[in-house]
């Protein structure tokens, strides 16, 4: 126990010392970019006054020197103070937070699909080597990682909401519709479907080749062959012996996984509509609202660093052979 208190305190720094990190480089980075939020809104005719933008640049603090705006933008992130959105008319903490819950909706479901229907297939593959259901799978993987997520989208929209009609087109819920209980959540599943899968089948594609490849390095260790010689059957010797041990692998691309996901969650909420992080973020990019981008970016940090501990601390669970140091 004392070594692994060690071990989270360590984590810990880590954690802080990289976040701190993250953020003065994505706090150089945007302030680096031409135009802010003032700027925005001096094109706006509700905001041509000159008064008016000198003094919200002043109440933004964008007439300080950078790194003296560096240095309040650090002592308000410890206090958990993340800024206002002028934009938004709320506090970018508040704005997050009730986008929070879609994106994690769409993720989680995203996660969960392509680690299991890749965990699945690429055992198929494996215990079929050569066959024509391994080449079908194969050729099937190949395709979803060549196929830009964008592309995906869009095909899926075109297939099922517009010629087939059998999914709606946009958003979380139908507008207007005031669903409750069980309705609701069909609802929120019939328009998850599509963001859900686009956002999911390239990483399908990946843990069924590695998951296929780590079969295939683990049913030719001598255990494998000891099992079988004792008469133990196929089935037993891959969900009891070989899965466990080929999972390894896909533990780690699973925590790498949801680090990119933000990313695919900016393409994949501005096309289908959902009222997620990504699409939020989006919108902040356009409207120059650095104080929330700034805030998101932070977020979505802090939530990948996370995950990362989670992963390391289930690889050391799946494998005994791994010690806290």
């Known amino acids: 126990m004392p070594g692994?208190?060690?071990?989270?305190?360590?984590?810990?720094?880590?954690?802080?010392?990289?976040?701190?990190?993250?953020?003065?480089?994505n706090f150089a980075l945007l302030h680096s970019t031409p135009g802010d939020l003032v700027d925005v809104l001096a094109s706006e005719s509700q905001a041509s006054d000159?008064?008016?933008?000198?003094?919200?640049?002043?109440?933004?603090g964008l007439d300080l020197p950078i790194l003296e705006q560096l240095g309040h933008y650090i002592l308000k992130l410890l206090?958990?103070?993340?800024?206002?959105?002028?934009?938004?008319?709320?506090?970018?903490?508040d704005l997050i937070l009730s986008r929070l819950p879609a994106t994690l909706l769409l993720m989680v479901t995203a996660?969960?699909?392509?680690?299991?229907?890749?965990?699945?297939?690429?055992?198929?593959?494996?215990?079929?080597?050569?066959?024509?259901?391994?080449?079908?799978?194969?050729?099937?993987s190949m395709l979803f990682y060549a196929t830009p997520t964008f592309l995906v989208?869009?095909?899926?929209?075109?297939?099922?909401s517009v010629t087939l009609r059998w999914l709606p087109l946009a958003g979380m819920v139908t507008a207007g519709a005031g669903?409750?209980?069980?309705?609701?959540?069909?609802?929120?599943?019939?328009?998850?479907?599509?963001?859900?899968?686009?956002?999911?089948?390239?990483?399908?594609?990946?843990?069924?080749?590695?998951?296929r490849a780590s079969m295939l390095e683990i049913l030719g260790l001598d255990y494998i062959r000891t099992a079988r010689a004792k008469g133990l059957s196929w089935r037993r010797i891959l969900y009891r012996h070989a899965v466990r041990n080929a999972m390894l692998p896909m533990v780690t691309m699973c925590g790498l996984q949801v680090s990119s996901l933000f990313g695919g969650a900016i393409v994949v909420e501005t096309i289908f509509g959902w009222p997620g992080m990504g699409l939020l973020a989006f919108n902040a990019v356009f409207q120059r609202d650095f104080v929330l981008l700034?805030?998101?970016?932070?977020?979505?940090?802090?939530v990948v660093l996370l995950v990362s501990l989670v992963v390391d601390l289930l690889y050391m669970r799946l494998d005994p052979r791994i010690r806290i140091a």
């Not at 000159?50 to 933004?60: C, D, F, K, V």
């Not at 989208?153 to 099922?160: H, R, S, V, Y």
């Not at 805030?295 to 802090?302: D, E, K, P, Q, R």
């Open 4 to 25: 692994f208190v060690k071990y989270l305190a360590r984590r810990f720094v880590q954690i802080v010392a990289t976040l701190v990190v993250i953020v003065i480089i």
């Open 50 to 60: 000159p008064q008016y933008l000198i003094r919200l640049r002043h109440e933004l």
């Open 79 to 93: 206090s958990l103070d993340l800024g206002y959105s002028y934009r938004n008319n709320t506090s970018v903490l």
């Open 111 to 140: 996660v969960l699909f392509a680690f299991g229907l890749g965990t699945v297939l690429g055992a198929v593959a494996a215990r079929r080597l050569n066959s024509f259901t391994d080449a079908l799978i194969s050729v099937t």
């Open 153 to 160: 989208g869009l095909l899926m929209i075109l297939l099922f």
């Open 179 to 211: 669903f409750s209980g069980w309705a609701h959540v069909q609802d929120v599943l019939a328009h998850l479907a599509m963001p859900a899968a686009a956002l999911s089948l390239f990483y399908v594609a990946v843990y069924t080749r590695l998951m």
């Open 294 to 302: 700034l805030g998101i970016l932070f977020f979505s940090s802090l």
